[in-house]
């Protein structure tokens, strides 16, 4: 697997599409089928308690995984996501980012399949875990 | 199945453990083992093109059978989620609200699952479907 | 949605396909968009207890969806599986064929989307639910 | 995380509980939270072409994870499945065995996480990955 963009390029990139959550999510290493995704927790991420939601933890696993994709295809890929699993182990830690770690395990013609563990920063027991599917439609 | 609660207490519980989302959910109907939620659009859910991003569908789906679990245990029910699948199956049209109708296939002591048919508000084709797993820990 | 084969064409065709399971998968009904698919439960599908094994279960939910995608495409499809998630609710009942019930959520020129609830024959709880996606490749 | 069985112990206790596959699955290594499980390919567990069927590569996904739950907690363990993801991204090759290296994420008491990668014999690009939970019931 070729990278075609660096991760400065794709947390770039990231803010640009997504001017809602520009500084939330920033890439920090990105390596053939690997990316290491920060994910700055802010108090919208949070629940009642301090402990970071579900679905912004959902968000990054999306994120981390089409960083994966653009990362590899270009930035002109059309990626969906069209499907997705999560399992929620522990709490994270309040007060703490979280991060996580995305492989590629398929990068197809038609489909792209990643993997992903989200850690607090600094806690060695995961998180949580994800698995997403994105579509890759054909080139006009 | 029995309800504890009434559509308008879920409501305005959600609104009081969630305030950031304040005015986002609405319970529409509660019935025994069945709910259908109004996630009511905002520029925050939205990609580029004006379709509601992956991430807010998860939310709603989980917020979808939280309301479920609550509606049938009482808001004391400390649930958390430990599992979800997603399935992301159409764009949602831009400029409509999105619908989920939920129903509750499992409520066990220590596991409830529930299920989400994800709609656009007056469209027949489902945009996504999910299942989520929600751990209920035992009374103290 | 419209059919292209009829229940006992899709009978006979599993069998013919997966010579090593023949009387085991039975089309009790196809509809557009629906299925109805009997597991004829035998000893190879058991577990200690006298229980249907979860992957008998999986077998089953597979082949309903590939029933569903082949009923409306036709059997010339070569659709693949390349997600499946499962939830496994209640002990199957002993002594009892297992029951699918599918659904056809999504049937899109390259990816279909299939949904799938299972009762022991004749118990209204359901055993177990799953949603399969199925690949299919463009024809030559 | 503490193992309580050998991979000795868990091939003999695997053939035991499952007697209609004896030989199947053999494990080939067994450490704190991770185990290595060979399937010895026949022919039921093949589809027309002579590749590994789903079903069989689910099965081989949930008994890795039941292994792993049993190694660390002991035969006494009355785990059963409740949810599993799986994604199918290549063909398995005709004529080798599938290897699965599976990870324990996660044993609490009353759940396990468990996630599988599997492999062709030899070959480097993985054929399917699969996360697993287990309930643990409270011992009597």
Redesign the interface.
């Known amino acids: 697997m070729q990278l075609k963009l660096t991760g400065a390029d794709l947390t770039n990139y990231l803010a640009e599409?997504?001017p809602?959550i520009d500084g939330t999510f920033v890439v920090e290493t990105l390596d053939p089928g690997a990316v290491r995704m920060r994910m700055r927790v802010q108090?919208?991420h949070l629940?009642?308690g301090g402990t970071v939601s579900?679905?912004?933890l959902?968000?990054l696993a999306?994120v981390t995984v089409f960083a994966l994709v653009l990362g590899h295809l270009g930035r002109e890929a059309l990626a969906?996501?069209?499907?997705?699993?999560?399992?929620?182990?522990?709490k994270p830690e309040g007060g703490r980012d979280v991060i996580a770690e995305g492989r590629l395990?398929?990068l197809g013609r038609?489909?792209a399949?990643g993997?992903v563990?989200i850690y607090s920063d600094g806690v060695a027991a995961?998180v949580a875990?994800s698995?997403l599917?994105y579509?890759i439609p054909p080139k006009r």
């Open positions: 599409v997504f809602q108090d919208q629940r009642p579900g679905p912004s959902f968000a999306d969906v996501t069209t499907n997705a699993s999560i399992d929620f182990m522990r395990l398929k038609s489909l399949v993997d563990v995961p875990r698995t599917t579509s």
